[in-house]
């Protein structure tokens, strides 16, 4: 029997700071640690070697911080993307040609794992996405670029990379078409199934609203879910419209149950993470005049973070605050459905309920700084009270001494948890999972301390910060790294 078994994107595959890089830090990890599952017991891929793909901002950022210090001076400008280059071509080069190529195997002959959420999945790609399809896509990618490095570039299909070592680690011929929902089968009906299931996809769905300051939304008439990966991204879409996410959604939790149904162990659970909204990740800065609206704070204008009100204006790089109400009640309305979905299910099953909610989206939410007019109302956990420096969702900065001015809860890339977030994340699946019965306690304040300890970028903080916020020429290239993670 399965204890844990985990399908999501990317947060819950533990993407940071622009990179599937620390899979060990993820909320479904520390879960599995905590049913006492290590050694052995909880697989995951956690061999992303020079920091994963796409590409580390902290790993970047620290290159920059070792050579140059805290600041930037002078002629030191003509040398920074050199610098940059020589960090991403390291990455290029071993994810495209060397050691984490798509022909090679994962270390250690595994062939699968209980973790199989890969970054940028939308609801569909649970069953459209295989390691078949990615290596074509790779293979794709490979016959159309030069071969060779280029400046500032980085490793072509990096999406379909990552989704090849997670959906076939061992390349074994007879998973080349397992999706992350064969996996979940596999699992139940062949190695003596699933007790308890993490299930959290959505984000994506909208998620490129943001990342590309634009709204390019679906018909609305179902039709995308008729359609397969490649087709939905040639469209180009980053909003489903509610209609389409809820053809999709219920597709995916009809086929969840019909698998779920297969468990030798009738006492088999499922916890669903609701859809953040994603205008509050830090990613976006809001500019201008400020409304309140049933109590939520909201800017006029809204740009990337680093960017100054001239710039975003000059470049009409922004979205405006209606484009953004557009994008929350859209999210809102898959919340709404996803919430009567998981009622529905339950009703089928009379008295033995199996299908929890985790409400991550009310709990990102209530953590949202600014969406708060700057008083959060999330009940954080106890050890958080009178920890310093003290942590917040706002993106994240160091004075050039070390100490750290504001975030904590994001990673550099302004859209993914930091550790600290991923445990927090865990805190509320952690309460769900008492709530239904599983034997799993909350963390303790040593256990809180030890994740603290974990992340890199609160234990060691990046003195060069500040060069991010007053050089537009260094922002942009974190920004354009940012941007890739949907690509």
């Known amino acids: 029997m399965t204890r844990l078994f985990t399908i999501g994107d990317s947060i819950s595959q533990g993407f940071m700071s622009g990179a599937a890089a620390n899979t060990e830090q993820s909320y479904s990890t520390l879960l599995a640690q905590k049913l006492g599952l290590f050694p052995g017991d909880y697989s995951f891929p956690n061999v992303w070697e020079h920091g994963g793909l796409p590409i580390n901002i902290e790993d970047l950022l620290r290159a920059l911080n070792k050579r140059y210090g805290s600041n930037i001076q002078g002629f030191e400008w ?13 990455v290029e080069n071993y994810y495209e040609r060397g050691g984490g190529r798509e022909t090679v195997k994962a270390p250690g002959g595994i062939s699968s794992y209980h973790n199989v959420s890969v970054r940028g999945f939308d609801v569909a790609d649970a069953w459209n996405m295989t390691a078949a ?18 400046f500032l570039g980085m490793s072509n299909a990096s999406l379909y990379r990552t989704a090849q070592k997670v959906l076939n680690p061992g390349l074994a011929s007879q998973f080349d ?25 959505g984000a994506n769905n909208a998620l490129g609203t943001i990342l590309k300051l634009e709204i390019q939304q679906t018909p609305g008439d179902g039709s995308p879910a008729e359609m397969g990966h490649n087709e939905r991204i040639a469209s180009k879409w980053n909003l ?18 019909a698998t779920m149904r297969q468990n030798a162990d009738p006492n088999w659970k499922v916890f669903i993470g609701t859809v953040p909204q994603v205008s509050i990740a830090p ?25 100054s009100e001239d710039f975003a204006y000059k470049n009409d790089q922004h979205l405006t605050i209606n484009q953004v109400l557009h994008i929350d009640h859209c999210v809102e309305a898959y919340n709404t459905f996803i919430k009567s979905e998981v009622n529905r299910l339950n009703l089928t099953y009379g008295q033995d309920k199996h299908y929890y909610i985790v409400d991550m989206a009310q709990a990102l939410h209530d953590m949202a700084w600014k969406r708060n007019n700057g008083m959060p109302t999330y009940p954080f956990p106890d050890f958080f009270e009178f920890v310093y420096p003290r942590i917040d969702t706002k993106y994240y900065h160091v ?22 977030g991923q445990g927090l994340i865990a805190h509320e699946f952690i309460n769900q999972m008492q709530a239904a019965g599983v034997a799993i306690q909350p963390f303790t304040n040593t256990e809180w301390a030890d994740i603290f300890a974990s992340d890199t970028l609160y234990s060691r903080p990046i003195t060069l910060m500040g060069e991010l916020y007053e050089h537009e020429k260094l922002a942009d290239l974190i920004l354009q790294t940012s941007k890739i993670f949907k690509d």
Request: with cysteine; charged share 15%; net charge negative.
């Open 133 to 150: 399809l990615s290596l074509q896509n790779i293979r794709k990618e490979n016959r159309s670029s030069s071969g060779g490095d280029s």
């Open 283 to 307: 990613f976006l800065k809001g500019m201008g005049p400020t409304t309140n609206i049933n109590g939520d704070l909201y800017f006029k204008y809204y740009t990337y973070f680093p960017f």
């Open 240 to 257: 489903w419209h509610p209609n389409d996410f809820e053809v999709e959604y219920k597709m995916l939790l009809d086929r969840v149950d």
């Open 177 to 201: 078409n397992f999706s992350q929902l064969n996996w979940l089968e596999y699992h139940v009906t062949q190695l003596g199934g699933v007790e308890n299931l993490c299930l959290w996809l």
């Open 78 to 90: 003509l040398t920074v993307l050199n610098t940059a280059n020589s960090v991403l071509d390291v």
């Open 399 to 420: 004075s050039s001494n070390g100490t750290i001015k504001q975030g904590g809860i994001f990673s550099l890339d302004g859209v993914h948890p930091s550790a600290i």
